[in-house]
Structures are given as C-alpha cells and as structure tokens.
C-alpha cells in the first residue's frame, strides 16, 4: 500500500521527557512536513525539508527537532523545551517543496501527543 | 497580518442537498489554493485545487470557485451525502520569500450531513 504512515498513533509523553515520532513515506517524495493540530483549528508548520540532509524551520519549531537522513524518513522529535506539547501531529509529503498545481501535499493519519 | 479564514465553523444540511462552504484570504499573491477533508481523528484528505489563473474547477461532485476581486474561494458539494460530513479546511500557498513549503489553513468549517 502506497502512503505515508504515522506511529505511534497515541503517544503518552511525561514532563520533561522527549518523544519521537516517527513518519515514513513510500511515494518517493522528495518533500516532507510536520504540521501540529490543535482543537479547533487548522494546521501550524513545524519543519519541512525539501531533500534528504536538509530541514527548515516552519512557523513554530521552537521545542521540535527533525532529521531526515533518509529520502522515506522525516522522524519528529518533540523536546522538553516545548511547553505545551499536547496536539495531534501530522506529517504529509509531496513530490518537490511548495504546494501547486501537479504537486499535491499528501497526509498521514496523524499521531496524537499528550503530556501527562 | 495576511490570513486564510472562514466565514462559517459549522454547517449543517440535509442528505441530498448542495453544500457550500465560505473562505476568505487576505493574501492577494497567493497563487495556489487547496480544499482539504478531515474526518475525525484522521489526517486531511485532498479534495480539489484551483489556480489564482482559474475562476472555477470541478471534480467528482465537488465545484471549487475563485474570486479574486475580493478574494474569496468556496467549495461546493453536490447532493452532499452522510460521508461527507467532516471538518473542511482551504488552504493558500504563500511560495515566496523562501517560505516554500508554507501552506496557510484556515480553521476550517465542520459539515454535518442530517439523514
């Protein structure tokens, strides 16, 4: 089956701790992101990179770390620094950066993060 | 600031019926634009996009329009069924200045589909 996945799907994140969560994608994408949810509202950027070994900051990266050293990889790191972790994060791919016509931003089915 | 919003957060409509959904976007270079379906506790789906070059596109059941005069964009459903009922969110594509990769969504409207 083609597509990204997400894991874990519910995640359970004490504070002070970092967790990782993990996104993996088998359409050969080029572009990957991380974008944090919370109730009620639309999607925030995180990171994004646009090829393996390369990663951006988004709008809001404080507390989140990213790697990408592989092209079906893009595993988020969500730190102690951030102080108000809890949301529902989601990653999407698509063939090249930046959304346009031909270059459909894909999503996974999101992972749900909550400090405890 | 520049933003994507929503003229409405809920609709609710009856099987069978045509559903329109609002949005408003300040920014006027924005060139792409994106309607997205999200079902509960899942990832948004892709539905329809437009380019700011097109007034109108349609797909399976679904029409988007554009109207840049005052910059407006709305998604409509035909004879809108049980399983459309979701959260729908527009999205704008603000690729420049480096922020590629930055698609801007609104809050997003929650369709109820009423048997």
């Known amino acids: 089956d083609g597509g990204i996945t997400q894991s874990p799907k519910y995640l359970f994140r004490k504070e002070g701790q970092n967790v990782t969560l993990s996104c993996e994608q088998n359409?050969?994408?080029?572009?990957m992101y991380w974008y944090r949810q919370d109730p009620g509202q639309g999607l925030r950027l995180i990171y994004y990179?646009?090829?393996?070994?390369?990663?951006q900051k988004g709008d809001i990266a404080e507390g989140y770390s990213v790697s990408r050293e592989k092209k079906e990889s893009f595993p988020l790191t969500v730190t102690s620094a951030q102080k108000n972790p809890t949301a529902f994060y989601l990653c999407?791919?698509?063939?090249?950066?930046?959304?346009?016509?031909?270059?459909?931003?894909?999503f996974g089915e999101g992972s749900w993060l909550t400090v405890v | 600031g520049e933003s994507v919003g929503l003229h409405l957060p809920t609709l609710s409509v009856q099987e069978g019926d045509n559903s329109i959904i609002n949005c408003a976007y300040s920014n006027s270079a924005s060139d792409y634009f994106i309607w997205y379906k999200q079902e509960s506790g899942k990832g948004p789906q892709f539905i329809i996009d437009?380019?700011?070059?097109?007034d109108k596109r349609q797909g399976q059941r679904v029409t988007v329009l554009l109207n840049k005069t005052v910059k407006h964009l709305s998604l409509q459903i035909a004879a809108t069924q049980p399983g459309d009922s979701a959260v729908y969110f527009c999205a704008e594509n603000m690729d420049y200045g480096g922020s590629q990769g930055n698609l801007i969504f609104g809050k997003g409207t929650k369709l109820s589909v009423k048997p």
């Open positions: 999407a791919s698509s063939m090249m950066a930046g959304a346009s016509s031909g270059n459909t931003i894909y």
């Open positions: 359409l050969n994408h080029d572009a």
């Open positions: 990179s646009q090829i393996v070994n390369d990663f």
């Open positions: 437009i380019r700011s070059n097109m």
